[in-house]
């Protein structure tokens, strides 16, 4: 079973950028795929971004294409996402997900229950 842990949160202004990483142990890490959520203050958690085992494939919510980049990196067990252009909305509380199913489609898993296991978040708030 694989742990997940979420790194590089924080405070910045709008128009600024920041990197979440979120780095995996406990699981073959290249045998999963991989996604980040965030969740807002009295909010859903919602889907933001996913990427293939393989970081072949990625699929993105509309509000965060041409802004973020997920990445991942197999050998340091690590998942990555540059987030640029960053604005107040974007401010929530950003989660790691993991799942061991490799063949469903990233579109199809935009709800939590594509996914199997959880970090437990890191914040960014974008101040305006």
């Known amino acids: 079973q694989v742990q997940l842990v979420e790194s590089g949160g924080g405070l910045v202004q709008a128009g600024g950028s920041l990197r979440l990483s979120c780095t995996a142990s406990?699981?073959?890490?290249?045998?999963?795929?991989m996604g980040w959520f965030r969740q807002a203050p009295g909010k859903e958690r919602e889907f933001v971004v996913g990427?293939?085992?393989?970081?072949?494939?990625?699929y993105y919510a509309d509000s965060v294409k041409g802004r973020f980049t997920i990445s991942r990196d197999n050998a340091k067990n690590t998942l990555y996402v540059q987030m640029n252009s960053l604005k107040p909305e974007d401010t929530a509380v950003y989660f790691c997900?993991?799942?061991?199913?490799?063949?469903?489609?990233?579109?199809?898993?935009?709800?939590?229950?594509?996914?199997?296991?959880w970090g437990q978040g890191t914040q960014v708030t974008v101040s305006s």
């Open positions: 990427i293939s085992w393989r970081g072949s494939s990625t």
């Open positions: 406990g699981g073959t890490f290249r045998l999963y795929t």
């Open positions: 997900a993991a799942d061991r199913d490799l063949v469903r489609p990233l579109g199809s898993r935009r709800g939590v229950d594509g996914w199997s296991y």
